[in-house]
């Protein structure tokens, strides 16, 4: 089990699955200092039997994003700082080596978005819905938003977002690909739990490709990223475990596509 001793957050493990709580319900999950060092650790050293990640939001909100009451007074260079211990934070999440299947619902705005698209699997709640209010607060993203929002729902539209405070909501989140999948209240952790099983049982070295590689090749030229491509074929299909499982299915044992 872990040894992370955390504040405003949970963990516990489910099977293989660690499940991690954002709680602070009555500050709607407002991310402060706190829980962005809690946040790094937990990611940074899942409990080791871990070979998935679900993340959602304790109360009825993922998250309000910044705490506010932490930033009225800091300086640029606080502020330069503040942030770039939000981007490796939210790259352990991204990129520290597990998949993440994050539970959506209520507020998921400005930081709180910024961590929601972190994740690699996202499932949405009808009530859930996606702001940036930066623009209100008299703000700018600071936690990797305007690089990984961006890259979903294109730098135009997060543009609109940040000019207009405009919230939109599950159903637009979903069209949009803010989230993968759009279930009934009270259904998302449920079913972030039966896909965060299903990944489980993927072999570890081709999940591991997908949430690493496939981030790096999108930011590569063309020739690049068909390269690198190649080479990591190269070393994901040539493992032992590669091989068991095209077997597997060459000779009818394992489940077809789609299954
Ligand atoms: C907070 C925060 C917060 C709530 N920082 N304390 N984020 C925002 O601009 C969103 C601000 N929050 C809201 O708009 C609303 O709270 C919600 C729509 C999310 C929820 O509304 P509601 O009616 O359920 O709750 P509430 O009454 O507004 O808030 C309950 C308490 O949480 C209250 O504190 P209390 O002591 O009066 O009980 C709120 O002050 C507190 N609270 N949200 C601090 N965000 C790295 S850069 C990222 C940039 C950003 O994330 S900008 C977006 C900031």
């Not at 709580?21 to 409990?47: C, Q, Y």
């Not at 698209?117 to 607060?137: C, I, M, N």
């Not at 081709?206 to 990223?225: C, F, K, Q, T, W």
Request: hydrophobic share 40%; aromatic share 6%; with cysteine.
């Amino acid at each position: 089990m872990s040894t992370h001793s955390l504040t405003c957050m949970t963990l516990e493990m489910r099977g293989p699955v660690a499940v991690v709580g954002l709680h602070r319900p009555d500050k709607r999950n407002a991310i402060n200092d706190t829980m962005i060092e809690e946040i790094h650790s937990v990611f940074s050293a899942p409990p080791k039997e871990a070979r998935v990640i679900v993340l959602y939001g304790h109360g009825p909100h993922f998250s309000a994003g910044l705490d506010l009451s932490e930033h009225r007074d800091r300086d640029a260079f606080e502020v330069m700082m503040h942030s770039q211990e939000w981007h490796r934070a939210f790259h352990q999440v991204q990129m520290g080596g597990l998949p993440v299947v994050s539970a959506l619902k209520g507020a998921v705005v400005g930081g709180g978005l910024e961590l929601a698209t972190s994740s690699h699997v996202r499932v949405a709640e009808p009530s859930t819905f996606y702001a940036l209010p930066e623009g209100q607060r008299g703000i700018f993203v600071g936690g990797g938003g305007s690089v990984r929002i961006a890259r979903i729902i294109g730098s135009g539209r997060m543009t609109e977002m940040m000019l207009t405070g405009h919230a939109y909501n599950a159903q637009e989140g979903q069209a949009m690909g803010l989230s993968h999948y759009l279930v009934e209240e009270g259904q998302a952790l449920s079913k972030a739990l039966e896909l965060a099983e299903r990944i489980a049982g993927n072999a570890p070295l081709s999940v591991y490709a997908a949430i690493n590689a496939l981030p790096r090749i999108a930011d590569m030229a063309h020739g690049e990223g068909l390269y690198m491509e190649s080479l990591t074929a190269a070393l994901v299909q040539t493992s032992g475990e590669a091989k068991e499982r095209m077997r597997d299915f060459l000779e009818k044992r394992a489940p077809k596509a789609g299954s």
